[in-house]
């Protein structure tokens, strides 16, 4: 059983009249050999990942050695102003605990990747919050979003050095965007459309961290990320079509990321990494981090 | 020859950040590497390439590669403090850096490791992002394989029967083979078998028993979504 593109998941959903995290479960069960309760076994303890990362970056002391990443979290978290409402405060500071305790070496589930591993936490932890949702239908949505990981994976890639930031951040707003939809009643055709959004808004992102190092400009791009989600999943819902469908839109992802240069894909030679202030950052890095090549 | 991925892999693996593809891939290949070296590793010689090469400092690669070989899952906070426990283990390692973006994936590690026992094993493995992997060279034979399957690595004379005789021990024991991969030097062919369920020990001895079979190594994969391997 192979879904190559979204549109196969949403053909299976029609003919078998099941949802798209239950056509995940057969696509699960019959190429892996596992059973349902195995699969929301595993899906609980991503689950269980997910929200103690977002728990430890409000928590605990998160300062990279680099001191680019600075106990960010619990600042916005605590922030007396607002935006647009404490919801979107605190699920911006959900996404850069994760990103706070990731460059920590600290453990989270890599959503689809670890430099992105942010955004579903994020959102998940908010639609619990603000929704009323129960873990078990998060569970669900955690099988909505890996339809467009998987889909991803085929046609595009995860990597920011194949990709770019659209295959990490990108990815993982597509993926949170069908969660949100999911969650909130949306048929397969909106879920679908709020992935086209998501990843139209992250079209032709390049990977430049500073330093090297999965900080700067990682952490703030995933917490961008999950207002990406949230905006994508609402026109989703209100009925707006992507007119681009959300395959085309991954096979563009694709496209976009073999025409990127090299420089602007993790090489740490493009973009904000190669700016006069990220020079001097990776510098001091560099000098932080001292040489550890040799055991003897 | 790629199987489907786990939709837990999409959603993992859950691992020590900070970098699915510089951390927790490395400590995969790095892993696989002690797998196939059956042995305790006393000393590693690692060499980076591409991307690896020029972004593995503070993605914590190093370490994580180094946490693998010495038998940490990406999963395993040990990864930490893989170098002080390399020390203690009496594990030596030495990086070195190069580039070679015609014959290599961009992110792409050598690991040559010897073991207490005096045996050695020689792979290039590439880390293709979100923690997945492809191993791509064993003892300088082209292979292509995730480990995500029990996989059998076996290097034998390329005589005419041998590979019906390899996949005969095996098929009496009842183990079904998925895929097979041979290539071949001069004398020798180089076989990766994927199977659905593990070998056991007396299949592996009696291929180990064929006067014309080099080497046999077993890789296992790991338990899904979680990125814990199998002991
Ligand atoms: S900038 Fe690069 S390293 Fe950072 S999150 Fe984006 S893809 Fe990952």
Known sequence: ?296 | MSEPPSILDILGPIMIGPSSSHTAGASRIGFIARQLLNDKPSRAEITLYNSFAKTHKGHGTDRALVGGILGFGPDDTRIRNSFELAKKEGLEWEFKFSSDFNRFHSNTARIKLTGEQGGSVDLTGASLGGGRIRIQEIEGFKVDFNAQTHTLVIIAEDIPGSIKNISGAIAERGTNIANMYVSRNEQLANMVLEMDQSVDKETLKKIESFPWVKFVRRVEPMIEGTSRYEK
């Open chain 1, 1 to 296: 059983m192979e879904f190559n593109y979204l549109s196969e998941i949403v053909d299976y959903c029609r003919r078998e009249g099941k949802d798209i995290a239950q056509a995940m479960v057969d696509y699960e069960i019959r190429n892996k050999g596992t059973t349902r309760e195995r699969v929301y076994e595993g899906l609980k303890r991503i689950l269980i990942v997910m929200e103690e990362s977002v728990e430890q970056g409000l928590t605990q002391q998160v300062i990279t050695p680099s001191g680019m990443l600075n106990n960010w979290a619990k600042r916005i978290y605590q922030s007396p102003k607002e935006t647009l409402g404490v919801a979107l405060k605190k699920a911006v500071a959900r996404a850069v605990a994760v990103g706070e305790v990731n460059a920590c070496m600290g453990k989270i589930a890599a959503a689809p990747t670890a430099g992105s591993a942010g955004i579903m936490p994020a959102v998940l932890v908010t639609m619990i919050e603000e929704h009323g949702i129960s873990r078990q239908r998060i569970l669900d949505a955690l099988l909505v979003a890996s339809a467009v990981g998987l889909v991803f994976a085929k046609n595009s890639s995860f990597a920011g050095s194949e990709a770019g930031c659209m295959g990490e951040t990108g990815s993982a707003a597509a993926m949170a965007a069908a969660s949100i939809t999911y969650l909130l009643g949306g048929s397969d055709e909106q879920i679908l459309e709020s992935i086209g959004f998501a990843l139209k808004a992250s079209m032709g992102l390049v990977c430049d961290p500073v330093g090297g190092l999965v900080e700067e400009p990682c952490t703030t791009r995933n917490a961008v990320g999950v207002a990406n989600a949230f905006v994508s999943a609402q026109m989703a819902l209100a009925g707006i079509k992507s007119l681009i469908p959300a395959d085309e839109v991954i096979l563009a992802t694709k496209e976009v990321g073999d025409l990127m240069s090299p420089k602007l894909k993790e090489s740490g030679q493009g973009g904000l990494a190669n700016t006069k202030t990220g020079r001097e950052i990776q510098k001091k890095v560099f000098k932080i981090v001292k040489e550890e090549g040799r055991s003897s």
